[in-house]
């Protein structure tokens, strides 16, 4: 896939998600993930409860693809994460490719509702955004930057910042992203 955001080697995101040292049946959802090999990768270190959200049923279907018969072990939504009712609830939300590109406030409204019914007592979310100071569009749509007062705004008083990464990301076309990982908790 040759897209601005993809990564042979999501390695920000692999270390935020072994830092939290969650069971390997925890319930994971990849959002925006339809062409990412995160999910590669949490399949090869034993995580075994894993889905996959993205608009793009071209991508996701990329994915199964690349995966083969694994794909099998992965619940796959063709959704729109605005539109998203999750059926089950979830102990890890990963974003790195969604939240900024919500640049209408109800889009990231109900973002963040369907984020609230998805999330299990407790669980992590990690979304990654542009930086302040970063692209102001990615594959030519408009983007939204963030820092931690605003992302944690846009979450609201259900969650808690617990730490903050920063990246500079080189896209295969070698321009430089200035990325921030955002890992909140859920708090009831």
């Given at each position: 896939?040759?897209?601005?955001?993809f990564?042979?080697?999501?390695?920000?995101?692999?270390s935020?998600?072994?830092?939290?040292?969650?069971?390997?049946?925890a319930?994971?959802?990849?959002?925006?993930?339809?062409?990412?090999v995160?999910?590669?990768?949490?399949?090869?270190?034993?995580?075994?409860?894993?889905?996959?959200?993205?608009?793009?049923?071209?991508?996701?279907?990329h994915s199964q693809?690349?995966?083969g018969?694994?794909?099998?072990?992965?619940?796959?939504?063709?959704e729109?994460i605005?539109?998203?009712?999750?059926?089950?609830?979830?102990d890890?939300?990963?974003?790195?490719?969604?939240?900024?590109f919500?640049?209408?406030?109800?889009?990231?409204?109900?973002?963040?509702?369907?984020?609230?019914?998805?999330m299990?007592?407790?669980?992590?979310?990690?979304?990654?955004?542009f930086?302040k100071?970063?692209?102001e569009?990615?594959?030519n749509l408009d983007?939204?930057?963030?820092?931690?007062?605003?992302?944690?705004?846009?979450?609201?008083?259900?969650f808690?910042?617990?730490?903050?990464?920063?990246?500079?990301?080189?896209?295969?076309?070698?321009?430089?992203?200035a990325?921030?990982?955002?890992?909140?908790?859920?708090?009831?």
């Amino acid at each position: 896939m040759d897209v601005s955001w993809f990564q042979q080697q999501p390695v920000v995101s692999l270390s935020l998600i072994n830092s939290l040292h969650l069971p390997r049946d925890a319930a994971i959802i990849d959002v925006g993930g339809g062409a990412s090999v995160l999910v590669d990768h949490l399949l090869e270190a034993g995580y075994r409860n894993l889905a996959v959200l993205d608009i793009s049923e071209q991508a996701l279907a990329h994915s199964q693809s690349r995966l083969g018969g694994q794909a099998e072990k992965i619940e796959w939504f063709i959704e729109d994460i605005t539109k998203f009712s999750p059926t089950r609830k979830f102990d890890l939300w990963h974003d790195r490719a969604v939240f900024h590109f919500l640049t209408d406030a109800s889009d990231r409204l109900h973002y963040v509702t369907n984020l609230q019914k998805a999330m299990a007592p407790n669980g992590h979310v990690i979304v990654a955004t542009f930086a302040k100071g970063g692209p102001e569009k990615c594959s030519n749509l408009d983007v939204v930057q963030y820092d931690e007062a605003g992302i944690a705004v846009e979450l609201g008083k259900g969650f808690v910042l617990r730490s903050t990464r920063h990246e500079l990301h080189v896209t295969p076309a070698g321009k430089e992203q200035a990325f921030n990982y955002f890992h909140f908790q859920k708090i009831d």
